[in-house]
Each structure stands twice: as structure tokens, then as C-alpha cells.
């Protein structure tokens, strides 16, 4: 799934990932039962591919991709980047793995700072990371805006200037204001209407294009990932029920619970790989 070149280590290994939440009732919190939420989970995601986790509300995917962040904490197995093992990770390599990795979430005003320039907003992670000059990331971020299709004169704008698809161009930005590798990509074009779903999509195939980057893109619609992924694997109550490449899942699906996922959503107009 998401294979790297024979002998080459994979970007991203999750290996037996669990994740569980504990259920406390009582005046003194005692655990009474566990939440599975991701349970016996493993993949690979190699350099410049996209592998789609899919599934409905609950089925574990975006703990997931959490748990690849380093956003939440694995119960049992392991995730590891570029062969190093996020749970034995330095603070240096910790804090390197957080500059190769970034996160594009679901709804792009919540995600901005309402009170922060454009440009501020996308200025932050190299200004946290000690990146550059004032001059110089004020350049970086023009680069990034006209590479996300924005004008550089939208820096000194306000999020609320801008409609739900040009914020999500923002938070895009962002994240590849570091130069990162991967990008887990959070229900990214969900809160977006249909026609600006295809236009991200468009503009997240031509970085991939352009950049090299891989992506982690998590969706409960097939409709979408079958034209952005090269690989799915769909999840059910934390596991993994059916994975493969993305043609041959959609051709063939072996498992009834992603024939139901395929045959419910709606079909979106295909999104075209772009220069």
C-alpha cells in the first residue's frame, strides 16, 4: 500500500497502531470500559503518493491520523518517520518530524485566527520555528500565496475577507510554508461546496506535481479520494476492512461495507491532474 522503490524505507510506517480511550463514570473517574478507536492499524505511505483513509463518522480515521502527527498519543504499536520511531524520537528529531509533517483540517475558519493577517497567519510557522527574517518571510509568503493561487496582496487581509475555498488556499499555504513532505489531510474539501471541492482538489494533485509531496488524505467520501488517491484503505470501527490501489478497490471491492460507501455518496465531476 502506498509502496516505496524496492530497498527504499517508507515515509510514513504505522505498524499495529491502537489508540484507546478509556470510559470513566463515578465521583472518582474509575474506568469502567475502553474505546477502541483505532485498533490493530497498519499501512505505508511512500514519497509522493496519496493514500486515502476512508470511512463513516467514528471509524477511526482521523485518530489515525492524529497518531501520525504525533497529535495523539498510540496505546500500542508504532508509528514511524523515515524509519525512526516517533516514540523513541529525540527533541530534535521530534521537532524535525513536525517540520516534514503538517496538517490541513475540515473547516478553514476555524483553523485561522480571525484577528491575524493572511499573511501573519502563514508567516507562523516559520516565525515558531525561527525561519527567515521578517523581510524574508514576508517574500515567502507572496511565494506561497501565488503558488496556492492567491494574490500576494492578500496578506494584509483578514480571514473573514475571504470565501470558504480561498480560506482553505490559506491554511494550504500554511502548511507548506516549511517545505514538509507529508501532508495529512483532515476531511480537507468537505465543508466546501461541490464545484470548490474539484478546485482544491485540482490544486492539491498539481503541488503534489510540482513539490513531491505525499499526502494522508482522510475522507468518508470515495466520490472524492478515487480521484485525488493512489491507494485506500477503509476503516471500520478502528480497523482496517479492505485496502489496495485505488482502481482496483473501486473495480472490485471485496468488502460489503465499502460497497455500501461507494454506492451512497454522490459522484463528484473528476478532478484532473494539472501542470
Do not use: W
Request: net charge neutral; hydrophobic share 45%.
Amino acid at each position: 500500500m502506498s509502496p516505496s522503490p524496492a530497498g527504499e524505507t517508507p515515509l510514513v510506517l504505522v505498524e499495529d497502531l491502537e489508540v484507546h480511550f478509556p470510559v470513566r463514570k463515578g465521583l472518582f473517574g474509575r474506568t469502567t470500559d475502553v474505546v477502541r478507536a483505532v485498533d490493530g492499524v497498519s499501512f505505508t505511505l511512500g514519497r509522493g503518493r496519496t493514500l486515502a483513509l476512508v470511512g463513516e463518522s467514528g471509524s477511526g480515521k482521523s485518530t489515525t491520523g492524529y497518531a501520525v502527527m504525533g497529535m495523539e498519543r498510540p496505546t500500542g504499536g508504532r508509528v514511524a518517520i523515515d524509519g525512526i520511531d516517533r516514540a523513541t524520537m529525540t527533541d530534535a528529531q521530534a521537532r524535525e518530524a513536525t517540520r516534514r509533517m503538517q496538517i490541513v483540517f475540515q473547516d478553514p475558519a476555524s483553523a485561522l485566527n480571525p484577528r491575524m493577517r493572511v499573511g501573519d497567519c502563514i508567516a507562523e510557522p516559520l516565525r515558531i520555528h525561527g525561519i527567515g527574517t521578517r523581510a524574508s518571510r514576508a517574500d515567502r509568503v507572496a511565494e506561497l500565496l501565488e503558488l496556492v493561487g492567491l494574490s500576494p496582496g492578500a496578506a494584509t487581509r483578514l480571514p473573514r475577507d475571504f470565501s470558504g475555498g480561498q480560506r482553505q488556499r490559506v491554511v494550504i499555504a500554511r502548511a507548506l510554508a516549511l517545505e514538509p513532505e507529508v501532508i495529512v489531510c483532515d476531511e480537507a474539501v468537505s465543508a466546501l461546496d461541490v464545484s470548490i471541492q474539484s478546485q482544491i482538489l485540482n490544486l492539491l494533485l498539481a503541488l503534489q506535481e510540482r513539490l513531491g509531496l505525499a499526502y494522508l488524505f482522510i475522507s468518508h467520501d470515495l466520490s472524492v479520494v478515487r480521484h485525488i488517491a493512489d491507494d485506500i484503505a477503509v476503516m471500520q470501527h478502528g480497523r482496517i476492512v479492505e485496502a489496495g490501489p485505488v482502481d482496483t478497490v473501486f473495480a472490485a471491492p471485496s468488502s460489503p461495507y465499502t460497497r455500501a460507501l461507494i454506492d451512497a455518496v454522490p459522484r463528484l465531476e473528476r478532478a484532473t491532474r494539472v501542470g
